[in-house]
């Protein structure tokens, strides 16, 4: 049985997302939690006869294999339906339009699009199936989803798919008139006083040219639907921005609504723990006051909103100026020529005033087409300098009436903006999009606010560190890759690339003097690497996700590394071969890496730390939760990507895009991996079973037909799925019970459970394919001899310690936590857990010296004797050491007896 799910206090969208989703899944129930909304309650009691809605107190949860949840992923938010997801058979799919966070629920399969509304997505997919059928109930229902989330078509989320659903919908007979008789409600005369007492408590802070508005109300009891009275402020007073806080009690409730891309209210409200999306969202706050959190949300506010176009990015130049000895009729010409309405008239190398069409033709008509230009040039010219931000260049064009800004430098005219040039950027997506370059881009997001709130201290003085030493050497430095894309993620990371254009190995050499460290260099590729002490105060992640050396340990594993790299880009002479590097920019170093969240950088340099350097579209596709290839080839250049690609895939909670997915399926068509070094692809499976959960990329890498490369008869099904998490259940246990613990390597005893159905000699042929390191091998082949044969005999019912010892002891801990997954009888994981705890800390007190005074000559005897000893130490049949020299001397004396008796 199915059960599909929305959040509680469910609006249109929410509600239509489970009509539609119904439409995909017939086999199943229809969940609302918790409350809705007024409107949602009223429509309810009108349809509850025609579409079978659950409630949660009558709601039977046994027997749901297969949860799908809609317009939501907050386990927080789906109620009593949240239990079902401790289930690890349970497979669950969510369709939902909000950005994913790195908390949201993990799901088999999850659906994101950037559009309007959910119930949008959920169409788009029914569409495609033929017989799909849609009674004028249903398309009304749906059409409300849409037109209450995208506010009928005009908040700026909403899409074409949006627009095309509708035009879809209305051709299934949804009813126009009763989509409006529900959205568009009146107030209530209680409602309607309340929203007159937050229009008079409404004030504007204004943060880099953007109006803020934030208004406050307590609320001592029910008055309304809050959500609407929200819509029905924005849209009396038409603010672009509006924050709403609510002061219910000892809680504040804050509602967002946001039309500009500016502003990101999911990103402003995160912060409250909150969430929605960029232009609709809300959080709760406990124990607190509402001064308290308007003084925090205005903090936010003034440190986020940054101003991200400047005069230096919007300014034409060379600038074309008319020289004042010219007359009003050359200057015509040349005004014509150049195609412009206006220009600085200059005298050598300075601006004496500006001359426009409308003063030429004022001239031309009085005959004086002979005359100056100083005559009829404007003498009183506003100039601005390239840092001035676009809502600076608005406010004076505005109150001079002007149309063109002159751009000084030291005095030195660099540049000129002009009314066109602003209309351009204020909305740059009705003319055109522009190209990424590095000027433009590195204006548009500074990351250095969130780099100090997430970093520690060390890490950003080591980077602020970096960034002087390229300031005082002449260079640019940058940070780049995961460090940057984590960053954006909110998520820690210490591994650290940096890219110079310049010197990399002698930028290093001066970095590790000034850190106190030493330096590897890589001559052939231009690379270094600083290896230092780790920074005092600073904890050391676990692994850090790095892989064994093949002699079993890292060099240097215990020290901070940080990588420096020339700007390159590289060749591949032939498909699948490692790269030939030459030394380039940027943007190349960037264009060569896998993903395009990957291909970040942020500038290290004093003046523009924190400047991010997008060229590819990464942010966005952080964003919008996309994996995105590069360049068409990048697979055929590098096949060890298409395991990154999942690997990243899972991690984030993305998707790969469509035409990746293409890409990736053509390249293993190709048969790609069987072009590439082996122990590449023995490196990226490590790297995939050392993610947190593992059995999705796994899942994934299946049904792109990957693990064929590894080896044609690996099985992977639901089973794996159950078998990964026991194994992680088993890891758990071994962490918080057991107090004396080894480190384990979690991922080779994923690699057993990938191997299960492989015999002994398919395991070995895999194990000599990929190169694995002898310890790794040794593990590998152990479990797959003796695990089954080990599992039956500690399950038997009568069994001694000193047995279970025996069964136990030659295997590695390893092998004994995949064995304790595979497990489901009692006794003997309590027997495991006994070995653990007990068994396995047994010492006997004697040693060889006291079996050499018994008289017997040193060899294999004292090795039988110490393990007989300590067999009956495990049985508690000796105890002090004088028992076991006791114990000793009987088998000493059995031992000559028994030798008599031979000869």
């Known amino acids: 049985m199915d059960l599909?799910?929305?959040?509680?206090?469910?609006?249109?969208?929410?509600?239509?997302?489970?009509?539609?989703?119904?439409?995909?899944?017939?086999?199943?129930?229809?969940?609302?939690?918790?409350?809705?909304?007024?409107?949602?309650?009223?429509?309810?009691?009108?349809?509850?006869?025609?579409?079978?809605?659950?409630?949660?107190?009558?709601?039977?949860?046994?027997?749901?294999?297969?949860?799908?949840?809609?317009?939501?992923?907050?386990?927080?938010?789906?109620?009593?339906?949240?239990?079902?997801?401790?289930?690890?058979?349970?497979?669950?799919?969510?369709?939902?339009?909000?950005?994913?966070?790195?908390?949201?629920?993990?799901?088999?399969?999850?659906?994101?699009?950037?559009?309007?509304?959910?119930?949008?997505?959920?169409?788009?997919?029914?569409?495609?199936?033929?017989?799909?059928?849609?009674?004028?109930?249903?398309?009304?229902?749906?059409?409300?989803?849409?037109?209450?989330?995208?506010?009928?078509?005009?908040?700026r989320t909403t899409t074409s798919l949006d627009v095309d659903t509708v035009s879809f919908l209305l051709s299934k007979g949804a009813n126009l008139q009763a989509v409006s008789s529900y959205l568009n409600r009146k107030l209530t005369e209680e409602e309607l006083t309340f929203l007159t007492a937050l229009?008079?408590?409404?004030?504007?802070?204004?943060?880099?040219?953007?109006?803020?508005?934030?208004?406050?109300?307590?609320?001592?009891?029910?008055?309304?639907?809050?959500?609407?009275?929200?819509?029905?402020?924005?849209?009396?007073?038409?603010?672009?921005?509006?924050?709403?806080?609510?002061?219910?009690?000892?809680?504040?409730?804050?509602?967002?609504?946001?039309?500009?891309?500016?502003?990101?209210?999911?990103?402003?409200?995160?912060?409250?723990?909150?969430?929605?999306?960029?232009?609709?969202?809300?959080?709760?706050?406990?124990?607190?006051?509402?001064?308290?959190?308007?003084?925090?949300?205005?903090?936010?506010?003034?440190?986020?909103?940054?101003?991200?176009?400047?005069?230096?990015?919007?300014?034409?130049?060379?600038?074309?100026?008319?020289?004042?000895?010219?007359?009003?009729?050359?200057?015509?010409?040349?005004?014509?020529?150049?195609?412009?309405?206006?220009?600085?008239?200059?005298?050598?190398?300075?601006?004496?005033?500006?001359?426009?069409?409308?003063?030429?033709?004022?001239?031309v008509k009085f005959n004086y087409a002979h005359a100056s230009v100083k005559g009829y040039m404007s003498r009183n010219v506003v100039t601005i300098s390239p840092d001035a931000p676009l809502h600076t260049i608005q406010k004076i064009m505005f109150e001079n009436n002007i149309g063109r800004l002159p751009v000084l430098k030291n005095r030195k005219l660099v540049g000129i903006v002009t009314r066109t040039d602003v209309l351009k950027s204020v909305h740059k997506d009705i003319f055109f999009k522009r190209k990424p370059s590095y000027v433009k881009r590195r204006a548009q997001l500074n990351i250095s606010t969130k780099m100090k709130r997430l970093l520690p201290r060390q890490i950003l003085d080591i980077l602020r560190?970096?960034?002087?030493?390229?300031?005082?050497?002449?260079?640019?430095?940058?940070?780049?890759?995961?460090?940057?894309?984590?960053?954006?993620?909110?998520?820690?990371?210490?591994?650290?690339?940096?890219?110079?254009?310049?010197?990399?190995?002698?930028?290093?050499?001066?970095?590790?003097?000034?850190?106190?460290?030493?330096?590897?260099?890589?001559?052939?590729?231009?690379?270094?690497?600083?290896?230092?002490?780790?920074?005092?105060?600073?904890?050391?992640?676990?692994?850090?996700?790095?892989?064994?050396?093949?002699?079993?340990s890292l060099p240097h594993a215990h020290k901070f590394k940080i990588d420096f790299a020339t700007a390159r880009k590289e060749s591949y002479e032939k498909p699948a071969a490692l790269p030939t590097v030459f030394f380039s920019s940027l943007k190349d170093d960037l264009q060569r890496r896998d993903f395009t969240i990957n291909a970040m950088a942020a500038s290290l340099n004093r003046n523009s730390f924190g400047q991010l350097i997008d060229f590819f579209g990464g942010e966005k596709d952080l964003e919008n939760g996309v994996i995105?290839?590069?360049?068409?080839?990048?697979?055929?250049?590098?096949?060890?990507?298409?395991?990154?690609?999942?690997?990243?895939?899972?991690?984030?909670?993305?998707?790969?895009?469509?035409?990746?997915?293409?890409?990736?399926?053509?390249?293993?068509?190709?048969?790609?991996?069987?072009?590439t070094q082996h122990h590449r692809i023995r490196d990226e499976l490590i790297l995939i079973l050392q993610e947190e959960y593992p059995a999705k990329a796994i899942v994934r890498m299946k049904n792109l037909h990957e693990l064929r490369f590894v080896h044609s008869k690996i099985r992977v099904g639901k089973h794996t799925v159950i078998a990964f998490s026991r194994i992680k259940d088993s890891l758990k246990w071994y962490t918080g019970t057991i107090t004396k613990r080894r480190h384990i390597d979690l991922w080779l005893i994923y690699f057993m459970a990938l191997l299960e159905n492989l015999n002994t000699e398919e395991a070995r042929y895999i194990c000599d394919k990929f190169a694995l390191r002898s310890c790794d091998r040794t593990r590998l082949l152990s479990c797959k001899k003796n695990a089954k044969n080990a599992a039956l005999r500690i399950s038997k019912k009568a069994i001694k310690p000193s047995s279970i010892y025996s069964i136990l002891e030659p295997m590695s801990f390893e092998e004994i936590l995949f064995l304790?997954?595979?497990?489901?009888?009692?006794?003997?994981?309590?027997?495991?857990?006994?070995?653990?705890?007990?068994?396995?800390?047994?010492?006997?007190?004697?040693?060889?010296?006291?079996?050499?005074?018994?008289?017997?000559?040193?060899?294999?005897?004292?090795?039988?004797?110490?393990?007989?000893?300590?067999r009956m130490k495990i049985d508690e049949k000796v105890t002090t050491k004088k028992d076991e020299l006791e114990f000793a001397k009987k088998l000493v004396k059995r031992y000559y007896y028994t030798t008599r008796e031979a000869a």
């Not at 009509?19 to 995909?24: D, E, I, N, S």
């Not at 339906?81 to 909000?98: F, N, Q």
């Not at 290093?508 to 002490?533: C, H, N, P, Q, W």
Request: hydrophobic share 40%; net charge positive; proline share 3%.
């Open 4 to 155: 599909i799910v929305t959040h509680n206090n469910a609006d249109f969208d929410a509600f239509s997302s489970l009509v539609a989703a119904r439409k995909l899944y017939p086999h199943s129930k229809l969940l609302l939690p918790g409350s809705q909304e007024r409107a949602v309650r009223e429509f309810l009691s009108l349809v509850k006869d025609k579409i079978n809605i659950e409630k949660e107190r009558t709601c039977d949860f046994r027997g749901i294999k297969r949860l799908v949840i809609v317009d939501t992923r907050h386990k927080s938010r789906i109620g009593m339906a949240g239990e079902l997801l401790g289930d690890p058979s349970l497979e669950v799919h969510i369709y939902d339009h909000h950005p994913r966070s790195p908390h949201d629920i993990k799901a088999d399969k999850d659906v994101f699009q950037e559009v309007g509304a959910t119930v949008s997505i959920l169409i788009d997919i029914l569409r495609k199936q033929k017989s799909l059928k849609i009674s004028p109930l249903e398309a009304t229902i749906m059409l409300l989803g849409i037109y209450e989330e995208t506010g009928s078509l005009t908040y």
């Open 199 to 363: 229009i008079a408590s409404t004030k504007i802070i204004t943060v880099n040219g953007v109006n803020i508005s934030i208004a406050r109300g307590t609320i001592k009891h029910f008055i309304g639907e809050l959500g609407t009275i929200v819509r029905k402020l924005q849209d009396v007073e038409n603010f672009p921005v509006l924050f709403v806080l609510f002061e219910i009690g000892k809680k504040v409730r804050i509602i967002a609504r946001s039309r500009l891309k500016e502003v990101d209210v999911n990103r402003t409200l995160a912060h409250f723990g909150g969430g929605g999306h960029r232009s609709a969202a809300s959080a709760k706050i406990d124990g607190t006051d509402i001064a308290t959190v308007e003084k925090k949300l205005t903090d936010i506010l003034r440190t986020s909103i940054k101003a991200k176009i400047f005069a230096q990015d919007i300014m034409s130049y060379p600038v074309k100026v008319i020289p004042s000895g010219k007359n009003i009729q050359e200057a015509k010409n040349m005004l014509e020529k150049l195609r412009l309405k206006g220009a600085p008239v200059t005298e050598g190398a300075r601006i004496a005033g500006i001359i426009t069409n409308g003063d030429i033709q004022k001239a």
């Open 465 to 552: 560190t970096i960034g002087q030493c390229a300031n005082h050497n002449g260079l640019r430095a940058f940070v780049v890759g995961g460090f940057v894309r984590d960053v954006l993620l909110n998520v820690r990371n210490y591994d650290i690339d940096i890219v110079v254009e310049g010197d990399a190995i002698s930028f290093g050499r001066k970095l590790a003097d000034i850190l106190k460290g030493s330096l590897v260099a890589y001559r052939k590729f231009g690379t270094s690497t600083v290896i230092m002490e780790w920074p005092k105060g600073l904890r050391k992640p676990q692994n850090g996700g790095k892989l064994p050396s093949k002699k079993g």
């Open 628 to 675: 995105r290839v590069l360049h068409d080839g990048s697979f055929i250049d590098d096949p060890t990507r298409i395991f990154r690609a999942v690997r990243f895939e899972q991690r984030f909670n993305f998707c790969i895009d469509r035409y990746t997915e293409r890409l990736i399926k053509n390249a293993i068509h190709k048969g790609m991996f069987s072009k």
């Open 820 to 870: 304790r997954s595979k497990l489901k009888n009692k006794m003997a994981l309590s027997r495991i857990g006994d070995f653990f705890s007990k068994y396995n800390r047994v010492r006997i007190k004697m040693g060889g010296e006291d079996i050499k005074k018994l008289g017997i000559t040193p060899g294999p005897m004292y090795a039988k004797i110490l393990n007989a000893v300590l």
